[in-house]
């Protein structure tokens, strides 16, 4: 397949997804309830699902673009869709792509830059800013999520 089709059709949300051994669970260290669940892997991706307490919000991709530093967040439902850059961290200090230390493998909580912001505007035909009235899903889309130890800086474990 040419390279630049399998990016766009990647980039479209067009992929193949392959089933992870584990979930990869971000949970919001401001709401416990809100947790992002990340159970399948695409080309670029790890994909899964935004819920809050057992019921879910949406479809929520994580990865890093290939060849480039920034680490990527992406969000959507049935009717609108966002996206926005991940920072990791491990602890309180900050991951570097460009320093040793800390290794990628050892970050343990991340911010999704913007996810707030885009909740509280989201468009929806059916129930006009529904994520704006969730204090809960705001403060936790603008707080830290923890790593679950069975994800290493984003990428899974292996069995």
């Not at 980039?11 to 416990?32: D, H, K, V, Y």
């Not at 929520?60 to 969000?75: A, D, L, P």
Request: proline fraction near 6%.
């Amino acid at each position: 397949m040419n390279p630049f089709l399998s990016v766009l059709l990647a980039a479209n949300g067009q992929t193949t997804a392959i089933p992870l051994p584990m979930i990869c669970r971000l949970q919001s260290e401001e709401s416990p309830g809100i947790e992002v669940l990340l159970n399948e892997r695409t080309a670029l991706s790890l994909r899964g699902e935004l819920t809050q307490d057992g019921q879910r919000l949406g479809t929520f991709q994580t990865g890093q673009t290939k060849g480039y530093v920034e680490v990527w967040w992406s969000f959507n439902d049935r009717h609108e869709s966002s996206k926005g850059i991940s920072v990791l961290f491990k602890d309180a200090q900050h991951w570097n792509p460009l320093r040793r230390q800390p290794r990628p493998s050892e970050t343990n909580r991340m911010l999704f830059v913007g996810l707030a912001s885009k909740l509280w505007s989201w468009s929806h035909p059916d129930q006009p800013g529904i994520f704006r009235g969730n204090r809960d899903l705001l403060k936790a889309a603008a707080g830290f999520w923890a790593i679950s130890d069975s994800c290493l800086g984003g990428r899974i474990m292996k069995g």
